[in-house]
């Protein structure tokens, strides 16, 4: 009997465990291309030196957690096209006086994809949501989605705030803390 038991535990377990793997498991392609398309984005100064520019402050949300430091590329961003080894925005925490890469954002102009698409855009499977206009960046109506390739998100991969990233770092002397700060 206790072997029977013992057997149905570990299939119960086992079952459970695989369900949670083949979830974060489907996230994998994705997190993969990003890990590999911006590796040589480590130092922001790389960064910089490949058309991306700091946007507004460090993004932290007021129930908690944040996005960090967005460096866009504004090129990307309005060029109404979707490619997972060209992000729009990389993502960097400020930690210990240094920005540290925790992830990405897919953007494109709502606008623009909507002229050519009927369907809201997805990467490697993975839906974008709809940002309307207005909004907190004071930018037209656009789709995003955010990939936490860096910086593991308890919340889920595509997750849009990270409570693992914090802008404690981040100066406010004269800088906005997050993209509803009118310090500008």
């Known amino acids: 009997m206790n072997y029977l038991l013992m057997g ?9 465990s695989s369900a949670g793997m083949s979830h974060e498991a489907s996230n994998a392609p994705l997190a993969e291309e990003v890990r590999r398309a911006t590796q040589r984005y480590q130092e922001v100064t790389a960064a ?3 058309g991306y520019a700091l946007f507004l402050g460090c993004v932290s949300s007021p129930q908690g957690g944040a996005m960090g430091i967005h460096y866009v590329n504004g090129d990307l961003v309005g060029d109404g096209k979707l490619d997972a080894a060209r992000p729009e925005a ?14 990405v954002e897919y953007i494109v102009l709502a606008a623009a994809w909507d002229a050519a698409n009927k369907t ?6 993975q839906l974008f949501h709809h940002s309307p206009s207005p909004n907190r960046y004071g930018i037209p109506a656009y789709y ?5 390739a ?22 406010t002397e004269g800088a906005p803390r997050s993209a509803s700060d009118t310090r500008r």
Do not use: I, Q
């Open 8 to 16: 149905l535990t570990a299939v119960f377990l086992a079952s459970c």
């Open 48 to 50: 910089t030196a490949a």
């Open 90 to 103: 990389l993502m960097y925490e400020p930690r210990n006086g240094k920005l540290e890469l925790v992830g």
């Open 120 to 125: 809201p855009p997805t990467l490697m499977g």
């Open 144 to 148: 995003a989605l955010h990939v936490w």
């Open 150 to 171: 860096w910086r593991h998100n308890p919340h889920g991969t595509f997750v849009d705030w990270n409570p693992k990233v914090s802008c404690d770092g981040y100066p």
